[in-house]
């Protein structure tokens, strides 16, 4: 027979034994205090820490992280040097951003909120608790928040190259720029970080405040948001009041406050436009027509030629020519004045890939610069040998010397080859001239086609930029803008689900 019947026998008894001994349910007595008043629960009299904590094990049970911790306001004060100047290390729309060192030596980024929508501790908390289920490489880890009275502080990783803003503009000279590559591999990342905040959350969360000054590097110059979802902490977003004229907030958001994931599209475009050229997205120390970069950019972006004038100086033509093609192209999409035809970031992924990763092509400085064309001449123009010797014959003429010269080669037989020299060598100019025009028409007309033919044997397979740029158009006139808790999807899975 089985043991079991008898476990069970001893275990009753045993449970028989221990509620004889419990005693009896009686009313329960309340502590008072001196004054005769009951005592307050502990809970009641708890810090505002144990509060945030106890919004902390409410969410984790919908799905928060449970390593997330609380901090209260004097513990972040400690460890940023009560936030004094020395500690501030960025600043961004949300507020400023100290460096910090909690008392088990770790070093951390706190970032004190200016504004929070008017959250009160237990919205705040849950909102935060609820960024702690997005997980992805290109995202900056949230280490803990603090919700302490009317203080609204996030803690997260500590990253030692600080911004992307940090690592384009005004180097030091003995900092090196960025390269080439490392500078493709960081649009990627960010635009896989805006992909997964796109996709992942239901509903989507849209990033609006995308700048240089936002993404982080780490020690290998891995890209990381750090802003992620704080839109909605600040209270919303769609409030054309919010957008400053910064350069980087799409038009319809900066006109009419509207806002939608392709908003994100077109900021990420202008911080691809930053990476490729080492300009600020709004210089008020440049020129005029320079000081915004996108309306700088745009005449470039309708002639191939130009493009090399938009690479950073800095990197001093280290780079391939067809990456420089196919990254411009992607760029100019991400621009668009419409939303409707900007790509989406799978798109936008499926581009870069093919940049982000070192090929042997030949790099801009190897390939020698094309000789400017001769100047053209027209009619009544010649060489300055041609114009002296003209004036050499008029003043001749006038001296009667001209006239002199061919009575005497008439005389010496010679008048014929003289006078065909003399009368009729303009006329052949003239027509030497018209032949070399028609040539140069010929020749443009012809170079079209060429250009098309050296794109089409320089494509070994990759996505061409015109090619990919026809592609992304063509989907993105049929995406419907849809922001109804989904995000939307691009054209070739529509195209599959019709099937």
């Keep these: 027979m089985s043991c079991f019947p008898c476990f069970q026998n001893n275990q009753n008894v ?3 034994e221990q509620r004889e001994q419990l005693p009896v349910a009686q009313p329960r007595e309340l502590d008072t205090a001196d004054d005769g008043a009951p005592k307050q629960e502990a809970s009641a009299a708890a810090p505002p820490g144990d509060a945030a904590a106890d919004n902390k094990a409410e969410a984790t049970e919908g799905g928060g992280d449970s390593n997330l911790r609380t901090f209260n306001f004097r513990e972040l004060a400690t460890a940023t040097k009560h936030f004094k100047q020395e500690s501030l ?8 951003v100290f ?17 929070t929508g008017g959250h009160d501790s237990k919205q705040f908390s849950m909102e935060v608790l609820k960024l702690t289920q997005l997980h992805h490489p290109n995202l900056l880890n949230l280490v803990g928040y603090c919700a302490d009275g009317e203080q609204r502080l996030l803690v997260y990783e500590y990253t030692p190259n600080h911004s992307l803003q940090d690592n384009l503009f005004d180097l030091p000279e003995d900092k090196e720029p960025l390269a080439w590559l ?19 959350p239901k509903p989507p969360i849209i990033y609006r405040d995308l700048k240089s000054s936002s993404i982080l590097l780490d020690e290998n110059l891995s890209p990381k948001l750090s802003d992620y979802g704080l839109a909605k902490l ?7 009041l919010l957008a400053p004229k910064t350069g980087y907030y799409a038009p319809e958001y900066e006109q009419t406050g509207e806002l939608t994931l392709k908003s994100d599209v077109y900021s990420f475009g202008v911080v691809m436009l930053e990476l490729l050229s080492g300009r600020r997205a709004m210089d008020p120390e440049k020129p005029t027509e320079e000081q915004s970069l996108v309306e700088w950019a745009q ?17 001093k033509k280290a780079y391939p020519m067809r990456s420089l093609n196919q990254a411009v192209g992607v760029t100019a999409m991400c621009l668009q004045e419409e939303s ?3 790509p989406l970031f799978d798109d936008v992924i499926a581009a870069l890939s093919f940049l982000a990763v070192e090929t042997n092509e030949p790099l801009a400085s190897s390939i020698p610069d094309p000789e400017p064309p001769p100047a053209k001449k027209t009619r009544g123009e010649s060489s300055s040998d041609d114009s002296d010797g003209e004036s050499d014959r008029d003043r001749d003429r006038g001296s009667g010397r001209y006239d002199d010269e061919r009575s005497d080669a008439e005389e010496d037989g010679n008048g014929s080859d003289y006078s065909e020299y003399t009368d009729d060598d303009e006329g052949e100019e003239y027509e030497e001239e018209e032949e070399y025009e028609e040539e140069e028409e010929e020749e443009e007309q012809e170079e079209p086609s060429r250009n098309k033919d050296d794109a089409d044997d320089s494509s070994d397979g990759d996505s061409d930029k015109l090619s990919f740029c026809y ?8 995406i419907s803008e849809s922001h109804d808790g989904e995000s939307p999807k691009s054209n070739l899975r529509l195209e599959n689900s019709l099937k």
């Design 14 to 16: 045993a449970d028989k």
């Design 99 to 115: 460096k910090g060192t909690l008392p088990d030596g770790q070093v951390v980024a706190v970032k004190r909120l200016d504004r």
């Design 340 to 342: 409707s035809v900007r």
């Design 299 to 315: 005449p470039i972006f309708r002639d191939p030629k130009r493009f090399p004038e938009i690479v950073d100086p800095q990197l």
């Design 89 to 96: 290390i960025g600043e961004s729309g949300f507020g400023k």
């Design 471 to 478: 592609s992304v158009h063509m989907r993105s006139n049929s």
């Design 182 to 200: 490392t500078r493709m591999k960081i649009a990627s990342g960010v635009a896989q970080g805006l992909e997964y905040l796109h996709e992942k």
């Design 234 to 240: 600040e209270g919303g977003g769609n409030n054309s």
